[in-house]
């Protein structure tokens, strides 16, 4: 389906876009404590970071996208740090192994606190801003 300003799309539409979007969320947030859990043990730990790194930047987006600003800008700024681990070339620090931990701690607080309906998105309704232009 595509959307023209005209179209006229019920608020349900827009709640099973959110609610889809949080479940899928909420597994990338569950894969990037999985990668980022390991980070202290066997592997390669640029790839390990590599991956967590491309993880928050995913939800990093989506979560913006689809109306979730405070898990993304977590995330975000998880996916800075992590940026920087790996811009060093070289393994990583205790210290910046703690910042990690915290910054992925503080992300998944907040992703099992987020709820479909804390996106801005859930009761949009796309014809009422098309009417009022806003």
């Known amino acids: 389906m595509v959307l023209r300003p005209e179209a ?5 539409s827009f709640r099973a876009l959110v609610i ?10 569950d894969a990037l404590h999985g990668i980022t859990s390991s980070f202290a043990g066997a592997g390669d730990p640029a790839a390990q970071i590599g991956q967590a790194r491309t993880l928050a930047h995913q939800i990093a987006g989506a979560g913006g996208s689809i109306g979730f600003d405070r898990l993304s800008d ?8 992590l940026d920087e681990v790996l811009e060093a070339a070289q ?5 910046q192994l703690a910042e990690v931990a915290v910054l992925c701690a503080d992300l ?4 099992q606190q987020t709820k479909p309906e804390h ?13 009022t232009g806003t």
Not at 108 to 111: F, I, K, N, W
């Open 8 to 12: 006229d799309v019920p608020v349900s």
């Open 20 to 29: 889809r979007h949080c479940a899928t969320l909420a597994e990338r947030v």
């Open 74 to 81: 977590l995330a975000a700024a998880l996916e800075h740090k």
């Open 91 to 95: 393994p990583p620090s205790r210290e």
């Open 108 to 111: 998944e607080r907040e992703a």
């Open 119 to 131: 996106s801005r998105l859930y009761n949009l309704d796309l014809a009422a801003v098309t009417r």
